[in-house]
């Protein structure tokens, strides 16, 4: 026992040696670093410049950081497409098998989800976590749904061709088994329909009278979640869901809108998926980003980056504890 805390401070002194210019040189470390999945956002693929721009700056912060960006597809248009279009129990359940076969990954990884890309490395946690997630950072994430169409671009085809299938009825069957926003489409004026033709997020969000009790067990065992919200967030309507938070359900469109923040939300209340367990642990972070949705500068992410990344990884057996002793030593 002794020899191991031993182990552990002299594993901890190399760690900070690997940040600072030292004169040790240690062997980059997979073995010593945690490894990060990242999911990216509506219209963005899992290689495009932007999201390869930021695993190099998350590199320079974390030498060494093996980092593995989710695809659905690996075609980028397709990537892109899936996005939009697809039924998210099959996209979660490519990526949970995705995710399992990349070796690296083995030993449990954190997380940092883009926009929606946030709410599904969410519901991976609760519905599969194999292998587990330690941290999750969500950026803009709709953990409540959206309950308004954000605006199309003029040229972005794809939007338009979503946003007119979402309003030809975004409770159907074909919506909700093809649209990807519709499977996460809370109307507070359609309550009713949102609970009962929804075929995902009142499911993920534990909000029918079955209650899968794996999705709170599972969920509460990360260890810190940091829920980001933009100070200017226009694409997420309400941007309060990035914290949980949603428009009151309501008989009457024209009424005020009310919000109910995460601690008044009965899913967090009577604790539904473990969000209330996890925030009584100190466990919840809740962060605001000046700035419109996604404009991560880097003030805003690389504090985040720094304190909920590249942690030293838990390792997997006294046995190779040794081992690592005896190649650092
Ligand atoms: C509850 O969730 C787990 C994990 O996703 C799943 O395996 C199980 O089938 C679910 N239970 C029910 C009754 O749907
Ligand atoms: C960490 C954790 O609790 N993981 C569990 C998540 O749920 C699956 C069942 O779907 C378990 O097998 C995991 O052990």
Same mark, same amino acid.
């Given at each position: 026992?002794?020899?191991?805390?031993?182990?552990?401070?002299?594993?901890? #002194?190399?760690?900070?040696?690997?940040?600072?210019?030292?004169?040790?040189?240690?062997?980059?470390?997979?073995?010593?670093?945690? %490894?990060?999945?990242?999911?990216?956002?509506?219209?963005?693929?899992?290689?495009?410049?932007?999201?390869?721009?930021? *695993? !190099?700056?998350?590199?320079?912060?974390?030498?060494?950081?093996?980092?593995?960006?989710?695809?659905?597809?690996? #075609?980028?248009? =397709?990537?892109?497409?899936?996005?939009?279009?697809?039924?998210?129990?099959?996209?979660?359940?490519?990526?949970?098998?995705?995710?399992?076969?990349?070796?690296?990954?083995?030993?449990?990884?954190?997380?940092?989800?883009?926009? /929606?890309?946030?709410?599904?490395?969410?519901?991976?946690?609760?519905?599969?976590?194999?292998?587990? *997630?330690?941290?999750?950072?969500?950026?803009?994430?709709?953990?409540?749904?959206?309950?308004?169409?954000?605006?199309?671009?003029?040229?972005?085809?794809?939007?338009?061709?979503?946003? /007119?299938?979402?309003?030809?009825?975004?409770?159907?069957?074909?919506?909700?088994?093809?649209?990807?926003?519709?499977? &996460?489409?809370?109307?507070?004026?359609?309550?009713?329909? &949102? #609970?009962?033709?929804?075929?995902?997020?009142?499911?993920?969000?534990?909000?029918?009278?079955?209650?899968?009790?794996?999705?709170?067990?599972?969920?509460?065992?990360?260890?810190?979640?940091?829920?980001?919200?933009?100070?200017? !967030?226009?694409?997420?309507?309400?941007?309060?869901?990035?914290?949980?938070?949603?428009?009151?359900?309501?008989?009457?469109?024209?009424?005020?809108?009310?919000?109910?923040? *995460?601690?008044? =939300?009965?899913?967090?209340?009577?604790?539904?998926?473990?969000?209330?367990?996890?925030?009584? /642990?100190?466990?919840?972070?809740?962060?605001?980003?000046?700035?419109?949705?996604?404009?991560?500068?880097?003030?805003?992410?690389? %504090?985040?980056?720094?304190?909920?990344?590249?942690?030293?990884? $838990?390792?997997?057996?006294? $046995?190779?504890?040794?081992?690592?002793?005896?190649?650092?030593?």
């Amino acid at each position: 026992m002794r020899a191991l805390l031993l182990l552990q401070g002299l594993v901890s #002194i190399l760690g900070l040696a690997l940040a600072a210019p030292a004169a040790v040189s240690i062997p980059p470390g997979p073995v010593h670093i945690r %490894p990060l999945v990242i999911w990216h956002g509506l219209g963005d693929t899992a290689q495009s410049p932007g999201i390869l721009k930021f *695993m !190099d700056e998350i590199k320079v912060v974390h030498p060494g950081i093996f980092i593995h960006s989710i695809y659905l597809n690996e #075609i980028a248009e =397709q990537d892109r497409r899936a996005g939009w279009f697809g039924e998210l129990d099959k996209q979660l359940a490519y990526v949970s098998e995705e995710l399992r076969n990349v070796p690296e990954l083995a030993n449990g990884f954190d997380g940092i989800g883009f926009s /929606q890309g946030g709410q599904f490395l969410r519901a991976f946690v609760e519905q599969y976590n194999k292998p587990a *997630m330690h941290n999750l950072i969500t950026f803009g994430a709709p953990h409540m749904g959206i309950s308004d169409i954000p605006p199309c671009g003029t040229f972005d085809l794809l939007c338009r061709i979503a946003k /007119q299938g979402l309003q030809r009825g975004v409770y159907s069957d074909w919506a909700q088994s093809n649209l990807v926003q519709a499977q &996460y489409y809370r109307d507070p004026n359609r309550f009713d329909d &949102y #609970i009962e033709h929804n075929h995902w997020l009142p499911l993920i969000n534990n909000e029918l009278s079955y209650r899968n009790r794996t999705y709170p067990r599972n969920f509460s065992s990360l260890k810190n979640l940091v829920l980001i919200l933009f100070s200017e !967030d226009e694409t997420l309507i309400p941007k309060e869901s990035a914290w949980f938070g949603s428009y009151a359900p309501s008989d009457s469109p024209d009424e005020p809108k009310v919000l109910i923040p *995460m601690k008044e =939300q009965p899913l967090y209340v009577r604790d539904w998926i473990g969000l209330r367990k996890l925030d009584e /642990q100190g466990a919840v972070a809740l962060v605001t980003c000046e700035g419109a949705h996604m404009q991560i500068d880097r003030e805003c992410w690389e %504090p985040l980056v720094t304190q909920y990344t590249g942690g030293k990884m $838990d390792l997997p057996s006294p $046995d190779s504890a040794s081992v690592l002793l005896v190649q650092d030593s």
